[in-house]
């Protein structure tokens, strides 16, 4: 339940109770989610009760306390509970479990603009907007020039607001409610109004709040101005306060967090193409040139095209990935990892001593570096119709960040015919602080040391 | 249910900008305004008259003024009911963002309406004027008639506003059971026309029958006194328990939902 008080029927409690201006005790918000799109009366007769439905925990055990006087920022990923953080505080809708004690008048920014009717003038939508968020008329009639005159619209304040553009709406909005004046001020995501001029006349507008002593609790994906302004802020995960505490630390461990998850989604995203790649352009220009001589086929052209794949297909490469030290598929690496890059091979006939390579390329072609088992004086064995094996060459990598090619192949015992051999098959990403050129990091220790003069 | 009203009561400047607001959109838009509004009482008395005194005949002395005095307090609750059960679907981004006392949606509503009422008879009261009814003689009993109504207004609007955010198909329920309940009132015909065994279910059940009846011997039957006659004690006081009973049965339903709205639509 939403308990609101006003501070002089506070009797009981201890002075450190009388400075909190937001009280949210082990909150805990779980929503319905109906299977039917609208509800109506007809189902609910014909099956006896109403529709089916799955609960979802939006707030897992939420507490936060905000005193008299603090800035607080809320921040987290989309569906957090960020925005339902802020419903619950305003009273819009009840905590499932819990309790949500409030000190003092407050309001609640989560949309601008909110009842404003089309067909009415922008005068009238400011009486009828500011009693929606708990003005009094003669407050209204006493600060009604300076609200104008804050949204800039003194020109079309008598036009109905269906005329007005998007900005001009927002601006009445956020006009009329910063001039409500509470003690508490919920804001949720509105302070991106109008144009930069605007906006900071808005940011002003705050830091005077800010100044006088007030409350507020913000909502926000811009990071910058929860550092900026709040002197606390909360992370919330999937529910749940994951960290709280100074701005500066939470928003960069947030930021972190963000990364992280930008990061697998490009990886995904990465992952998704290659295996479409592989399958496409890779199969299809599959060409079979059996006993070819290697000297031709190193230039890698035939008709002027590059080929893509070659070999006479007796063993076919057939997957290709990139592990760390632990097993775990990968898709990018820093500076420093020992990752293993392995290949599959599923021979098609007998082969003897296969050659067994494998060619890393830049964007530019240049190879950085090539070998295969014979050159490292490894056996390969002798392989029949149906074998399959997995091929590892285990790298501590000393290359500099970017995107590198690999090429597999699988050579005849002659070292002169292939019997399968794929370009640029996949690609190795290497995150490097680039603190030098080239596209190998020799690590060198530098030493500097004055030399005797004559 | 007295923390209710206060927190209504500090709310009471919202509930007059709202109720202002819609009386503002009604009429905006038009350079007529409030006289549209008198239209359509107008039309549904003529066309009933139409029907009544030159197609049926039914004999009844000035059809018009009979019809509308009943009329005008039915649609009172019909056009809040109807407008009112939307208030809370129709008003979501506010529901969604704002918090406020909810029951100040269909309230708004049935003030709108009850001002409009209002206005409906002072026009009502200039037409009696010039065709020499007496209506003052009884004008006494009208404050209290309205305010008696006025609860079973906002009884009806509350059960249906809050009800239709859970059952969106109610809608066309409600334009149905309106129907009925025009029909199964006395305005377009007496009491005395509904035969004898018939008479106790609509003066029981119904209470907009008695209250139809408080208002046409205030206006119509002074100039047919022979004809009317006020409903007797037993009558009036059970429309008035129907009337308490439906009352709370509006608010609780409403009350009891209430905290569901923010997520139910």
């Known amino acids: 339940m939403i308990i609101r008080k006003k501070e002089d029927n506070i009797k009981d409690s201890l002075r450190t109770r009388e400075d909190i201006a937001v009280d949210v005790r082990s909150v805990s918000k779980k ?424 | 249910m007295f923390a209710d009203i206060k927190k209504l009561f500090s709310y009471r400047e919202l509930l007059i900008s709202l109720t202002r607001k819609e009386l503002k959109v009604k009429y905006r838009g038009s350079a007529l305004g409030f006289f549209w509004s008198l239209l359509n009482p107008i039309l549904t008395m003529l066309v009933y008259s139409f029907v009544f005194s030159i197609v049926l005949r039914a004999g009844i002395e000035q059809f018009a003024i009979f019809l509308i005095c009943a009329l005008l307090p039915f649609n009172f609750l019909s056009n809040s009911v109807n407008y009112g059960s939307g208030s809370i679907i129709s008003n979501s981004n506010l529901v969604n963002k704002i918090y406020f006392p909810r029951e100040i949606l269909p309230l708004s509503v049935v003030l709108s309406n009850l001002v409009n009422f209002l206005f409906e008879l002072a026009a009502l009261f200039i037409v009696l004027a010039f065709m020499g009814y007496k209506f003052y003689l009884f004008l006494y009993i009208l404050p209290l008639l309205i305010f008696i109504q006025f609860f079973l207004v906002v009884g009806m609007t509350l059960l249906v506003s809050a009800l239709n955010v859970l059952f969106r198909d109610l809608q066309h329920l409600i334009t149905i059971v309106m129907m009925v309940w025009f029909f199964g009132t006395p305005i377009i015909y007496p009491l005395s026309m509904v035969p004898e065994k018939f008479q106790p279910y609509i003066k029981f059940i119904n209470p907009m029958t008695i209250y139809a009846s408080y208002y046409r011997n205030i206006f119509y039957y002074v100039k047919y006194p022979e004809n009317g006659g006020f409903p007797t004690v037993l009558e009036t006081v059970t429309a008035l328990g129907i009337t308490i009973l439906i009352f709370f049965i509006g608010y609780f339903v409403f009350k009891r939902l209430e905290p569901r709205f923010a997520e139910e639509i």
Request: hydrophobic share 35%; proline share 3%.
């Open chain 1, 31 to 454: 929503y319905r989610i109906y299977h039917e799109k609208v509800p109506s009366l007809k189902n609910t007769i014909i099956r006896g009760k109403r529709t089916t439905f799955e609960e979802f925990l939006a707030l897992d055990d939420v507490s936060l306390t905000v005193r008299h006087g603090q800035t607080v920022g809320i921040i987290g990923p989309n569906g957090s509970g960020k925005s339902t953080l802020l419903k619950l505080m305003s009273g819009i809708i009840q905590p499932t479990r819990g309790e949500i004690i409030i000190n003092g008048p407050m309001s609640a920014l989560l949309e601008l603009g909110a009842g404003f009717h089309p067909d009415l003038t922008g005068k009238e939508n400011i009486y009828i907007n500011a009693a929606i968020l708990g003005m009094r008329k003669r407050d209204v009639d006493k600060k009604l020039d300076e609200i104008i005159a804050f949204s800039e619209l003194e020109k079309f304040i008598d036009t109905p607001v269906k005329n007005y553009s998007s900005g001009m709406y927002m601006r009445l909005g956020f006009s009329v409610a910063i001039h409500v004046n509470p003690d508490i001020l919920l804001v949720d995501e509105v302070l991106a109004v109008g144009d930069q001029a605007f906006q900071a006349k808005c940011y002003k507008v705050i830091y005077d709040f800010m100044k006088r002593g007030k409350t507020i609790i913000i909502v926000s994906h811009d990071l910058d101005t929860i550092s900026d302004l709040c002197s606390s802020v909360a992370f919330l995960k999937d529910g749940r306060i994951q960290d709280k505490g100074k701005p500066l630390d939470i928003v960069s461990r947030y930021r972190a967090f963000v990364e992280e998850i930008e990061q697998k989604r490009i990886v995904e995203q990465q992952r998704a193409a290659r295996r479409q790649i592989f399958k496409s352009v890779i199969e299809e220009n599959r060409r079979i040139v059996s006993g070819e001589e290697i000297s031709r086929l190193s230039n890698l052209s035939v008709d002027g095209q590059t080929l893509n794949r070659f070999g006479s297909g007796e063993a076919e490469i057939t997957g290709i990935r990139i592990v760390d030290k632990s097993g775990e598929e990968i898709d990018y690496c820093k500076f420093g990892d020992s990752i293993s890059i392995n290949y599959d091979v599923l021979f098609k006939a007998q082969v003897e001593q296969p050659i067994l390579g494998i060619r890393i390329t830049d964007y530019r072609q240049n190879i950085i570096y090539g070998t295969n088992n014979r050159l490292q004086k490894v056996k390969s064995g002798t392989y029949r119709k149906g074998d399959r094996i997995t091929v590892s060459f285990v790298f501590s990598v000393t290359l500099m960040g970017g995107e590198y090619s690999l090429s597999p192949a699988v050579g005849y015992n002659d070292a002169k015919t292939y019997c399968d051999w794929v370009n640029d098959m996949f690609s190795l990403n290497v995150i490097h602080n680039n603190a030098a050129e080239g596209v190998c990091d020799l690590s060198p220790k530098i030493r500097i040391s004055k030399s005797r003069n004559g």
